[in-house]
T-cell receptor, first 116, second 112 residues
Framework: DAGVIQSPRHEVTEMGQEVTLRCKPI?????LFWYRQTMMRGLELLIY????????DSGMPEDRFSAKMPNASFSTLKIQPSEPRDSAVYFC??????????????FGPGTRLTVL | GDSVTQMEGPVTLSEEAFLTINCTYT??????LFWYVQYPGEGLQLLLK?????DKGSNKGFEATYRKETTSFHLEKGSVQVSDSAVYFC???????????FGKGTTLSVSS
C-alpha cells in the first residue's frame, strides 16, 4: 500500500480564498483523522471519521472549516474563507480502529498551507 | 481531561550520547501509550508503543516502559546517531478509543 496520500503538499493562497485539502487513507482503514500542526499549539485534532461518518468535530476551530468523507477512500478539509492564522501543516491519518492493536495511526506527509 | 506532558526542548547531544526524553500523562483508565517521530519535512511515524502497565516498547534502539505508578513513558536510547535528529511526540489513546492525544513534541538535534 502507498500509505496515506495527501494533496497538495504545499499550498500558498491569499486571504479570503477557498482552500481544499485532500486525503486518501490506507485501504481498509475505518478511521480517518485530520490534524493541524503549528509552532504555538503543536498537534491538534480537528475532526475524525469512522466509516465515513464524522464522530468528533469539536476541534474544528470555526465555521470556516468543514470536512467531508464521501466514501471510504477520500476525504476533504475545506477552509472558506481562509485567513493568515490558518497557516499551518495539516496532516491526515488513518487507522484500522482506535483500541488494542488496531489503534496505530498512519500519517500522511502533510499539506503545508500558507495564507498571505 | 486527558493530557500528555513532555520535557521542553530542544535537546542537543553529541553522537553516541545517552538520550532520555521525559513524558508523563494524565488519563482515566488504562490508556495505550505511544512515541511518534517526525523527521524534517515528513509526517509522523510510529516509533514504539505499549498497551498496558510494565510493557516495554522498543524499536531502532529506542525503548520506553509504561509506568503506571509514576504515569510515565520516558523514551531512552543508549547511543544516539545524527540520523536520530527529529521531533519526538509522546501520545496516549484511551481504551475505549478516540483520537490520539499528543504532547507538544521534543526536538532532538544530534551532532557528529
Amino acid at each position: 500500500d502507498a500509505g496515506v496520500i495527501q494533496s497538495p503538499r504545499h499550498e500558498v493562497t491569499e486571504m479570503g480564498q477557498e482552500v481544499t485539502l485532500r486525503c486518501k487513507p490506507i485501504s481498509g482503514h475505518d478511521y480517518l483523522f485530520w490534524y493541524r500542526q503549528t509552532m504555538m499549539r503543536g498537534l491538534e485534532l480537528l475532526i475524525y471519521f469512522n466509516n465515513n461518518v464524522p464522530i468528533d468535530d469539536s476541534g474544528m476551530p470555526e465555521d470556516r472549516f468543514s470536512a467531508k468523507m464521501p466514501n471510504a477512500s477520500f476525504s476533504t478539509l475545506k477552509i472558506q474563507p481562509s485567513e493568515p492564522r490558518d497557516s499551518a501543516v495539516y496532516f491526515c491519518a488513518s487507522s484500522l480502529g482506535t483500541s488494542g492493536r488496531a489503534n496505530e495511526q498512519f500519517f500522511g506527509p502533510g499539506t503545508r498551507l500558507t495564507v498571505l | 481531561g486527558d493530557s500528555v506532558t513532555q520535557m521542553e526542548g530542544p535537546v542537543t547531544l553529541s553522537e553516541e550520547a545517552f538520550l532520555t526524553i521525559n513524558c508523563t500523562y494524565t488519563a482515566t483508565g488504562y490508556p495505550s501509550l505511544f512515541w511518534y517521530v517526525q523527521y524534517p519535512g515528513e509526517g509522523l511515524q510510529l516509533l514504539l508503543k505499549a498497551t498496558k502497565a510494565d510493557d516495554k516498547g522498543s524499536n531502532k534502539g529506542f525503548e520506553a516502559t509504561y509506568r503506571k505508578e509514576t504515569t510515565s513513558f520516558h523514551l531512552e536510547k543508549g547511543s544516539v546517531q545524527v540520523s536520530d535528529s527529529a521531533v519526538y511526540f509522546c501520545a496516549l489513546n484511551r481504551p475505549q478509543g478516540t483520537a490520539l492525544i499528543f504532547g507538544k513534541g521534543t526536538t532532538l538535534s544530534v551532532s557528529s
